[in-house]
Structures are given as C-alpha cells and as structure tokens.
C-alpha cells in the first residue's frame, strides 16, 4: 500500500497518482488534468430554488458536502470553488481537494460565489465538467441568484449551500 502524503488515502502498490485526491505518489510534482465525464455521467433531475435569496454581508455560508463535516466561509466580496495544484500555483478559497474532487471531476478553477446588492451569484468558472445548479447546468461565466438550501454540484460533486 502506498499513503497519499497529500489526503493521508491507502492506494494499491505500484499507483502513482492518488485515487482520492489526484496527488503524486511518486515524490515529484504531476500536472494533472480535470477528470472529464460524459454528459450522460452528469444527467441529474432539476429541483426548484430551496428558500430566500436575500443575503446580508454579516451571514456566514455554509457548504455541505455529502459525509463530510460543513465547512463555513464569508464572500468577500468572492470565493472560488476547486482544487489546489501546486505545479500552476492554483489555490482557490475553498479547496475541494481532500473531498475527492479530481475523482469527483471538479477543475482547478471550478466556480465561485460572489456577494452583491444582498444576493449571492453563483458562476462557472468555465469549468470541464460544468456547475449545475438544482440541476440545471449554468452557462459559464454567466451569474445565477443562489437561494438558501440550494444544491450546487461541480462535475459530479453534490453539495448544498446554506446562507442567513
């Protein structure tokens, strides 16, 4: 067995690259490309918006990312959703990493979530494997009102966004 130094995983004998998080196992530092899906690995239901939209600048939000412990930021004024990479420099605000995102297809520079006039935006950051949102796909670079309680998914990555 070999122990991703990056997540702490087990992986089989002979593996170079971590199957949790996507790290190198060989001592030296992969470049390692966005896990990319088919659209038919991505096909979800679409759900409505969970609750309000209104957001004041003193509310915390709160990710939830399914059998994973909450994780709770402030935007200010943005915070960027991916996967750290130490090769290109890449480290968002909330880096996905030990949830399994490059296994989960979640992109460097995935997404991001910004503050203005008292609502939240979601945007794609023009990612590999897309943002939904209650699983309707967004249109990159494009912003979407984020309602409390709404599910967000990052390639195959489900989490629920919780604000107020």
Do not use: W
């Not at 971590?18 to 239901?45: H, M, R, W, Y």
């Not at 023009?126 to 967000?152: A, K, M, W």
């Amino acid at each position: 067995m070999k122990i991703c130094p990056i997540c702490g995983h087990e992986n089989l004998a002979g593996a170079l690259i971590c199957a949790q998080c996507g790290a190198s196992l060989t001592g030296t530092l992969l470049n390692i490309e966005t896990k990319t899906f088919t659209d038919e690995d991505l096909d979800v239901p679409v759900r409505e918006s969970a609750g309000t939209a209104t957001f004041e600048p003193e509310h915390a939000v709160r990710i939830e990312v399914a059998g994973m412990n909450p994780l709770v930021t402030y935007p200010s004024p943005e915070i960027t959703f991916g996967r750290s990479d130490p090769v290109s420099g890449v480290a968002p605000d909330v880096d996905l990493t030990p949830f399994a995102a490059y296994r989960m297809g979640v992109s460097r520079n995935h997404a991001a979530i910004r503050a203005e006039t008292n609502r939240l935006y979601l945007r794609d950051l023009d990612s590999s494997n897309g943002t939904f949102l209650n699983g309707q796909r967004l249109v990159p670079h494009q912003p979407y009102i984020l309602h409390n309680g709404d599910e967000v998914r990052l390639g195959r990555m489900v989490m629920r966004i919780y604000f107020g």
